[in-house]
């Protein structure tokens, strides 16, 4: 069980630059194409921006033709929740940190085996860290 990180929006706003507050804390989503990660190749772990928890690996990610990083499956199952996302008259999975709650982006059921799922994701969601030779 991950132990939760509760802090009030104030208290996100002090921390967090207003561009990943904006999307992680406020249900954002950032232009294609033009994010930090999206065509990120670099071997390492993807950890949440606002807690660091280790989200994902570069060896589950996968190019989606999309424009955002794109994964198959989380790093673990624990360290991802998911809602339903009734917002702009469709109903979407939102995937979220399960230790702080931030937005993440979306699971669509459309990527490739083994797991048939593409988590697209937020750049602004993610802290890389290189894997260190």
Do not use: Q
């Not at 804390?25 to 660091?52: F, I, M, Q, V």
């Not at 673990?76 to 917002?87: A, M, N, Q």
């Amino acid at each position: 069980m991950i132990k939760k990180i509760i802090k009030t929006d104030k208290e996100w706003k002090k921390i967090l630059p207003p561009s990943v507050y904006s999307i992680t804390r406020g249900k954002g989503t950032e232009p294609a194409y033009k994010n930090k990660y999206w065509d990120n190749h670099k071997k390492g772990l993807y950890h949440c921006s606002n807690c660091n928890l280790v989200l994902f690996r570069s060896e589950d990610k996968f190019e989606s033709g999309t424009g955002w990083p794109s994964f198959t499956k989380p790093y673990r199952k624990d360290h991802v929740e998911f809602l339903t996302d009734s917002r702009f008259g469709m109903e979407r999975v939102e995937a979220l940190c399960a230790r702080c709650g931030s937005h993440l982006g979306h699971v669509f059921d459309d990527g490739p085996k083994p797991t048939g799922k593409r988590f697209c994701m937020n750049s602004a969601a993610f802290i890389f860290k290189s894997y260190k030779k």
